[in-house]
């Protein structure tokens, strides 16, 4: 029997009493009630980058690390403390009873699959960003993650914590502030270098790429997965692979969640999506991301996010409503802001601690509900920017209309024998 998914079933179980009665010992209540030294145990799925970066966080135990590249494995082997076992394919990982949170720090063209399979093998999810390469495997991670009562949480912290870029402050007075409406409504919040935002277009995938040989610590075919073959170059891997679409979407998929979560979260959009797209854009590459010039995502009460790529319009606010608008460091054309916001009432509180959330069985402030929604923000423009027009969106359906071309990049193709 799994004891993980076990305790888990049963704390679900005995939540539901718990809401009924006023006081239930800790120690009925499983995992979530136990003294603080049964520590949650994880494991690290990707361990070139992100994923040693976050060997430590909370009160957790790292008991296993996962990477297809010899190297990274050995190398980051030596910064972990205790017995911590190597694999090279991530299902053993999903096995192992013994493991609470999987990590999930590979490139985004295995976060749909791994996502999925850790939810059903019943652990906790924490995935870095964007949350998955397409719409259809966000689908089907939300599904997974639902069926299975598994805690998730994207890492991108700027909706609840951190500085928010050009701001010198959190996303908190931002939100309240769009909360009163004292800007007025609908909004257009403007994203580029002068907001405070770099789109980070040196992510742009090469077109002249010569096969190479495979180096010996690295299983290419697994690094792969579920993407198409093509010779090996260094570039399309490790620490240059957000320059093809197989894998990433260049600047876009790096920043695009980091940037645009916190704005659906201020926009109060985070269960629905824009219903058009429009691009500026030179024509793209089949294989290599390239750059582009503007997108603008529109939603159904006119509500619109500009993404500036050539920071055309310098002096523009961050955020502009009939009534008023914001700019970087808080500044605001609103006379007497600091002292009118401070009738209003703080936006709700957030769950922000992982742990926490897992321990609670309590949803983490970003899940897998909301963020699939400010990835697909980042789905739609990337799709848009492939095909070099613009688009029109069911947020409902989650379905391009009349656009045959743009809906099959909703599910592309995974390469047998992966699926989800």
């Known amino acids: ?17 718990a809401a009924a009665l006023t006081i239930i010992p800790r120690h009925v209540l499983g995992r979530g009630f136990l003294p603080p030294s049964d ?71 295995w976060h749909g699959i791994m996502a999925t399979e850790a939810a059903r093998a019943g652990k906790d999810i924490w995935c870095e960003k964007p949350m998955t390469r397409t719409i259809g495997e966000g689908i089907q991670v939300v599904k997974a993650v639902g069926q299975s009562g598994s805690i998730f949480r994207i890492n991108t912290w700027f909706r609840f914590d951190d500085v928010f870029y050009g701001f010198g402050t959190t996303v908190k007075p931002i939100k309240k502030l769009v909360e009163s409406r004292l800007l007025g ?8 270098r002068s907001t405070g935002f770099d789109w980070k277009f040196y992510w742009t995938g090469k077109t002249d790429l010569t096969p190479a040989p495979v180096p010996p610590e690295l299983d290419y075919d697994m690094w792969l997965g579920p993407a198409p073959v093509k010779p090996y170059n260094p570039h399309r891997v490790h620490e240059t692979f957000r320059g093809y679409w197989d894998y990433d979407g260049g600047g876009l998929g790096d920043m695009g969640q980091h940037y645009l979560d916190p704005v659906q979260y201020i926009l109060e959009k985070d269960n629905t999506s824009p219903v058009r797209i429009d691009i500026d854009a030179p024509q793209q590459h089949p294989d290599a991301a390239s750059t582009w010039r503007r997108i603008e995502l529109t939603y159904a009460d006119g509500c619109k996010i500009i993404l500036d790529g050539e920071n055309r319009d310098s002096n523009a606010a961050f955020i502009q409503g009939p009534l008023g608008k914001l700019y970087p460091h808080f500044r605001s054309d609103i006379p007497d802001l600091e002292n009118k916001l401070a009738a209003f ?4 509180p957030q769950l922000t601690s992982f742990p926490e959330a897992v321990t609670s069985r309590r949803k983490f402030a970003l899940n897998e509900q909301n963020g699939f929604r400010s990835c697909t923000l980042v789905n739609l423009a990337i799709i848009a920017v492939r095909l070099g027009r613009s688009l029109k969106f069911d947020p409902e359906r989650l379905v391009f209309i009349a656009d045959e071309g743009a809906n099959k990049l ?9 699926t989800i």
């Open 410 to 418: 909703i599910n592309q193709p995974m390469r047998a024998p992966w």
């Open 185 to 192: 409504w609908p909004l257009q919040v403007t994203i580029n």
């Open 39 to 109: 520590r949650l145990t994880k494991a690290i799925i990707g361990v070139g980058a992100m994923g040693r970066n976050h060997l430590p966080y909370g009160d957790t135990e790292l008991l296993a690390i996962c990477d297809v590249d010899k190297n990274h494995l050995n190398e980051v082997l030596k910064l972990t403390t205790g017995e911590v076992k190597c694999y090279s394919d991530y299902r053993e990982i999903l096995q192992r009873s013994d493991i609470d949170i999987v990590h999930i720090a590979t490139p985004p063209h």
């Open 345 to 348: 009432p703080d936006p709700l």
């Open 1 to 17: 029997m799994n004891r993980a998914n076990t305790r888990r079933d049963f704390i679900r179980k005995t939540a539901v009493a």
